[in-house]
C-alpha cells in the first residue's frame, strides 16, 4: 500500500520595500526587503524586533540602491515596566535556595508571565533540578489568560552574567531573560531581550519600574562636589607633577538636570 506523504503548511507573510513612499504596515509580522537586506519584522504587545535574514555578501553594501536601508534591532514596547516587588520576590526564592542546607549555592528559576485579566506581571516557579552551575526545567503551556514575557534565573553565589549555557538555552525563547547571581551578598543583575536568536543587553531598569527609591532632602545633593583629581595623586609619595597636572585640566562640573523625581547622575 503506497502512503500518500504529508505535506508540510506552509505559513506565507506579506513582503513590503522599503522605498520612498514606504509606511508602516498594520501585519503583525511581515518581511521588509530593503537596500541592505531583507529583514523581518515581529510586532507583539511587548516589543518590535527587526531581523536580519539575508544578509548581503558585502556588510553594508546597497545591493538594491532604489531602496532605502534598514537597521536592525529590538524596540520595547511594554504595556507597564515590572513592579520592583517581583524581582525582590524572585531574589527572596533565589537566596533561599542557594542557602538551603542541601541546595547550597544552587541556581533557581521562575517563569515571568503577563495576565490579560488582571493587566499584569506574575512570577511561577515550576518544577526544576539544579546544581551550583546548572539548571533544569520545563516550561509547559501558558497559565489560562496569559502570555509568557521571560525569565528570571539565578547564578547562586556566583555573579550575573549571560553564560554560554544561557545564551544556547533562551536563542529560541523570545522573551526578557534575567540572570540574578551574587544572592547570598549584595546582589548583581545582567538583563536581555531576545527576538528570533538575537540577543540584546539592556538595563534592569529597562523593565522594571523605579518604584522603591527612598526620599531625602534635595539639599543634600548639593552637598557634594565632584573631586578636581584622582586618590591616587594625593597619596604619599605621589610625584607632584600628578596633582598639577591634574587640576590644570580639571574642569568644573555641570549641573545636573533633576527629571522625574530621579536625578540623572
Request: charged content about 25%; proline content about 6%.
Amino acid at each position: 500500500m503506497k502512503q500518500e506523504k504529508l505535506k508540510k503548511p506552509m505559513i506565507e507573510f506579506p513582503i513590503h520595500l522599503k522605498d520612498e513612499e514606504f509606511e508602516e504596515p498594520d501585519d503583525r509580522i511581515y518581511y521588509l526587503l530593503a537596500g541592505n537586506g531583507l529583514f523581518k519584522i515581529q510586532k507583539t504587545s511587548f516589543y518590535v524586533s527587526s531581523t536580519l535574514d539575508f544578509e548581503p555578501r558585502v556588510k553594508g553594501a546597497s545591493l538594491l540602491p532604489w531602496l532605502q536601508n534598514h537597521r536592525a534591532g529590538i524596540t520595547l514596547m511594554l504595556p507597564k515596566k515590572m513592579p520592583s516587588e517581583l524581582i525582590k520576590q524572585a531574589l527572596g526564592f533565589f537566596r533561599a535556595v542557594a542557602l538551603k542546607k542541601d541546595l547550597e549555592g544552587c541556581e533557581a528559576g521562575v517563569i515571568l508571565y503577563w495576565s490579560d485579566e488582571k493587566e499584569d506581571y506574575f512570577l511561577h516557579a515550576p518544577e526544576q533540578s539544579a546544581s551550583p552551575g546548572h539548571l533544569t526545567y520545563e516550561v509547559g503551556p501558558n497559565p489560562a489568560g496569559s502570555r509568557r514575557f521571560g525569565t528570571i534565573h539565578s547564578h547562586g553565589h556566583g555573579g550575573a552574567f549571560h553564560s554560554a549555557t544561557d545564551h544556547h538555552d533562551e536563542e529560541n525563547d523570545d522573551g526578557v531573560h534575567i540572570t540574578i547571581g551574587n544572592v547570598n551578598t549584595i546582589p548583581s543583575f545582567s538583563c536581555s531581550v531576545v527576538v528570533d536568536g538575537v540577543r540584546e543587553q539592556i538595563g534592569l531598569r529597562d523593565v522594571v519600574d523605579n518604584d522603591d527609591e527612598v526620599a531625602f532632602p534635595v539639599e543634600w545633593l548639593k552637598r557634594v562636589r565632584k573631586e578636581t583629581m584622582p586618590y591616587y595623586a594625593a597619596l604619599p609619595g605621589a610625584p607632584h607633577t600628578w596633582s598639577e597636572e591634574v587640576k590644570s585640566k580639571s574642569v568644573k562640573p555641570k549641573e545636573r538636570a533633576r527629571i522625574g523625581g530621579v536625578y540623572k547622575l
